[in-house]
């Protein structure tokens, strides 16, 4: 089945700071999703981004379908984004998701 | 609009016990799907339903779990009987015709 990989694993940061984080997958795809876990375990979907680039308040997502990679920049980052960042993608005719394992993302204040 | 509803938010049973799980998805979305979070293997999907009809259950782990569709408003998850190693956050997700996914809060259960 489809991979998905997710760099880096772990990111601290210091508040305000920006960060880059990565979606590689193995496998042409025709849609992709971000999702950021809270420390009360909910899932909120964050993107919806089969292909180029959205943006929304301080987080912006850019997939690159014909690269099979997808970036999520976090700017100006606050203590409220930590968390775990998904990404995840369908697999086969069904729209199952593939799960990427997470990047864990700790702001200090 | 209210989101997918889970239902309990918090199980704690004995192993041996039968355990059933409920959702209520988005109104007017028709697929409807179950994941279940663990530590060690992360987020995997269940099982898949379309209008109602299962379409993929490969990922349910063995004949002790069950899941139903009814109607379109309404799913359970059933594990009977439940066992230490069932232990984890069980997630409901509803979408149109399988396009963007959207999870419900979850359950976490403890089998003790």
């Known amino acids: 089945g489809i991979q998905v990989e997710q760099s880096p694993p772990d990111l601290i940061l210091q508040e305000g700071a920006n960060s880059t984080l990565r979606c590689n997958f193995s496998d042409s795809v025709n849609n992709l999703q971000w999702f950021h876990q809270n420390p009360w375990g909910q899932l909120i979907n964050l993107f919806y981004i089969p292909s180029g680039t959205k943006q929304n308040g301080r987080l912006s997502a850019t997939t690159v379908a014909t690269e099979r990679y997808s970036l999520l920049y976090i700017s100006s980052s606050q203590t409220t984004d930590s968390g775990v960042y998904f990404c995840a993608v369908p697999t086969g005719a069904n729209s199952k998701l593939t799960f990427g394992k997470g990047i864990t993302l700790s702001v200090r204040p | 609009d209210a989101g997918v509803i889970q239902s309990p938010r918090h199980e704690v049973t004995e192993m041996g016990q039968e355990v059933t799980l409920r959702c209520k998805p988005i109104s007017g979305h028709n697929s409807l799907f179950w994941y279940r979070q663990t530590m060690m293997r992360g987020l995997e999907l269940l099982i898949y339903f379309n209008n109602n009809v299962p379409i993929d259950d490969s990922g349910m782990p063995e004949d002790r779990f069950s899941a139903k569709m009814p109607n379109a408003s309404f799913s359970t998850l059933k594990i009977q009987p439940s066992e230490p190693r069932d232990s984890a956050v069980y997630f409901c997700?509803?979408?149109?015709?399988?396009?963007?996914?959207?999870f419900g809060p979850g359950t976490r259960l403890t089998v003790t």
């Open positions: 997700a509803s979408s149109w015709e399988g396009l963007e996914q959207y």
